[in-house]
């Protein structure tokens, strides 16, 4: 261990720590910009500088390790002298107009300009050139308020290992973005919106939907109807001062309601339709291998991830028949909202609009995805981040922490406990396999609370194995097979697997991939900032919700069992249900 | 948007280099051999950046989506090493180079007009090279004709004096003359 003094107050640390951890330690905040939890520091920035007594120059705290006798100052006259220099500059090459800006919220820049006591502006810098991608569907790109401190491009090269971000040209003249400033969609990049999720600043936001939504919630030919995915009431409570991992299910049914929806559903409707569509895709594949000796596309991959797909797509073609043909839950839910729903109701799909609301801005291309209009209109109008969300309940005035609990609407709202933790890393796995252990053998999941610990947790590749006994006649030829798994999250864990998988060093019957670190719950339109430790709280309290539900199997929900005796009359995976709920997959690889 | 630059276009690069007697693929199959030959020693990169821009004259688009999926790095990180190195010109090289020398002297004494005249008589920015690949402009820093301010390079031409009602003119010569004064260098 490793002892200092920062800001007079003794502190032990093993050594590597950098000034900046240890600091955080003792309850000092060093402000940061180009700082990334868990990333090599690039030292960008300067905003994070500290004086070590006897030092000549000031040090950045998030690349310097401590020393053994080190006395540091992190909030000396030099040291708010040269803080306030650098954001002083940055500010002067900055369009700063906060009051119009999508992060006037929530802006690092914003807020450390106001807490050094900056109030007025000496220095009048050219500014760069300002350019606007609007190519994408889920993502705006302004480069007037990029401050060059390339989270993103962190984010985007090593955490997703997609590359569609990098610093281009050199000094002044930098711009961080894709090659010759192509825009977003010229270039392999999967909306997944994790670099919007670490901006510090306006730069990259997602595209809006708040406008075209209030427009059709005020147009009184439409049915208005909202679905919400399992890891917004994980952690939209964020949005007005709730500690990560507050559940807020409840209160956010009733504002939703409030807002003027006719009527409130969940996405967790279809992620148990999910289950029961991609269970029965396995099985049907692992008989066709095993039974019929047929030549089929093995490992199963999970599909719900829209940013993994557009992954699958361009990297890895040769792995399109791998992946469940099952839309994501999203997709499911305005197929079925559409048609079923739709004429129950006696509303005709063209008079019905169906929003989401989603962790997610990959999302908001998916909604767009041409194969996605099996009701003959497009299946889901808009979609909403997270963010969005809290930002119209503002707006409309709603006092959110004063909201009573509301409940779910029918016939789309009911769900299991399975079906919440498909927010979660790991939770699609485990919610296929307590329905596919119990279809199989006929007994429950014997695990301890149903969870299937290995899958759990932020580790990037997670693994687990089942063995399969005394299964039910019907699925004789799975007696003795040991069902072996794998999770990924993190596009860059994803590929790793992949790699293993082509290369034989890896065999699954079953792969769970998520395109965000930590799975939905960390997803690109949730509210920032979302570290580690945040994740950790959101996950908690989606495994708080599942285990506080009677219903924790999807195949239990009586609801979606009614959907397959009303309408899905041939059942999981027939062909009424390819029609609607399943769905099929592009090779992008020539453009990349 | 703003629109991507119109050059370096994405076409291959047979005309502009003197070397049009090798199609596309012959060209692609040579880039190969480059990127074969490097592939394997770390940092490989910029090699084979340097060799391809010796084979090509410039670096067109094509080629470098070609190294970037070769050595499987994204392109946009390709395009941020090359344009990085002011070493790498992603334009093709026009027939004519046309340098306008901002040196003290002929900034001061009209360096600056000229060369705005230039741009838009040609249609290009500093660094970028007009449609019809007739000329490249670039910015000069002292020829030598001080005296003889403000001064202009095309090719191996020293024009001084130059005024920019007369820049038309001055261009039209070269665009007319039927062999070009200079071979544009590659090969
Ligand atoms: S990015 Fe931040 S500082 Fe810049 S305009 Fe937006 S809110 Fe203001
Ligand atoms: S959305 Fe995802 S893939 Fe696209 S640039 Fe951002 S981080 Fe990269
Ligand atoms: S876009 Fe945002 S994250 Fe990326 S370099 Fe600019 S300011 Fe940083
Ligand atoms: S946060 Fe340390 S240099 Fe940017």
Known sequence: ?592 | MKQAHQNPSENPPTASCGCSELSESEMLKRLDVIIDTYQSTDGALIPILQAAQNLFGYLPKNVLRRIGERLHIPYSQVAGVVSFYSFFSTNPRGKNLVRVCLGTACYVRGGKEVLSAMQKTLGINIGETTEDKMFSLEVGRCFGACGLAPVVMINDDVHQRVKPAKIKELLGAYRDAKQPTQEAAAC
Not at chain 1, 11 to 27: D, H, M, N, R, S
Not at chain 1, 545 to 555: I, P, V, W
Request: with cysteine; charged share 25%; proline share 5%.
């Open chain 1, 1 to 592: 261990m490793i002892k200092l003094t920062i800001d007079r107050n003794c502190v032990e640390v093993p050594p590597e720590t950098t000034i900046l951890q240890a600091a955080k330690k003792i309850g000092i905040i060093i402000p940061t910009l180009c700082y990334l939890q868990g990333k090599d520091p690039i030292g960008a920035c300067r905003v994070c500088v500290v004086e070590i007594q006897g030092g000549r120059n000031l040090v950045s705290s998030c690349s310097t390790p401590v020393n053994e006798g080190m006395v540091v100052f992190t909030n000396s006259p030099r040291v708010r002298k040269a803080r306030k220099l650098v954001v002083e500059l940055l500010l002067s090459e900055h369009e700063g107009d906060c009051q119009i800006c999508d992060r006037a919220d929530d802006c690092e820049l914003k807020t450390l300009a106001y807490s050094l006591g900056i109030r007025e502006s000496h220095y009048v810098g050219e500014k760069p050139k300002r350019s606007l991608d609007t190519t994408t569907a889920a993502l705006m790109r302004d480069s007037g308020k990029c401050i060059k401190c390339r989270r993103c491009v962190t984010v985007c090269n090593e955490i997703q290992r997609v590359g569609a971000l990098f610093p281009q040209n050199r000094g002044y003249k930098t711009l961080i973005g894709p090659a010759f400033e192509l825009g977003l969609d010229d270039v392999p990049c999967v909306q997944c919106g994790q670099c919007a999720a670490v901006c510090p600043v306006g730069a990259i936001v997602e595209k809006s939907h708040v406008d075209m939504v209030w427009a059709a919630l005020e147009d009184k030919t439409k049915h208005v109807i909202v679905q919400t995915a399992p890891a917004i009431r994980a952690a939209l409570g964020e949005c007005f001062d709730y500690p990560p991992g507050t559940l807020v299910t409840g209160k956010m049914i009733t504002a939703l309601r409030r807002m003027g929806f006719h009527a409130v559903f969940d996405t967790n409707f279809t992620a148990d339709l999910t289950i029961m569509e991609e269970g029965t895709e396995l099985l049907m594949r692992l008989k066709k291998a095993l039974v019929d000796k047929q030549p089929v596309a093995l490992p199963q991959f999970s599909s719900c991830s829209p940013g993994w797909i557009k992954f699958t797509e361009y990297f890895y073609p040769e792995f399109l028949s791998n992946l469940s043909s099952c839309k994501s839950p999203q997709q499911m839910f305005g197929a079925i909202a559409k048609t079923f729903y739709a004429q129950k109701k006696g509303v005709r799909p063209e008079d019905m609009v169906v929003v989401s609301v989603m962790p997610c801005t990959a999302k908001k291309f998916e909604s767009t995805r041409p194969e996605m209009s099996s009701s003959g209109v497009k299946d889901v109008d808009y979609v909403l981040t997270t963010r969005e969300l809290g930002q119209m309940i503002e707006a409309a005035g709603i006092d959110f922490r004063a909201l009573e609990d509301g409940q779910m609407d029918s016939p789309l709202g009911l769900s299991s406990g399975a079906a919440d933790i498909f927010a979660n890393s790991g939770g699609v796995m485990e919610a296929a396999i307590r329905t596919a252990y119990e279809i199989v053998t006929g007994r429950g999941l014997p695990t301890e609370n149903l969870h299937i610990q290995p899958l759990a947790g932020l580790q990037g590749i997670k693994e687990a194995a089942l063995k399969l006994e005394k299964v039910l006649p019907a699925w004789s030829f799975l007696e003795g097979v040991e069902l072996k798994v794998a999770v990924a999250h993190g596009l860059s864990n994803a590929a790793a697997l992949l790699d293993l998988i082509k290369a034989g060093k890896a065999q699954y019957h079953f792969v769970e991939v998520m395109t965000c670190p930590g799975g939905c719950i960390g997803g690109g339109g949730q509210p920032r900032f979302t570290t580690d430790e945040v994740r950790q709280a959101r996950i908690q309290a989606i495994y708080k919700e599942d285990e506080g539900k009677s219903l924790r199997k999807s195949h239990e929900n009586p609801d979606v069992k009614k959907l397959y005796e009303e309408f899905f009359k041939d059942g999981p995976c027939g062909h009424k249900s390819h029609e609607l709920l399943h769905t099929h997959y592009v090779d992008r690889s020539d453009k990349i």
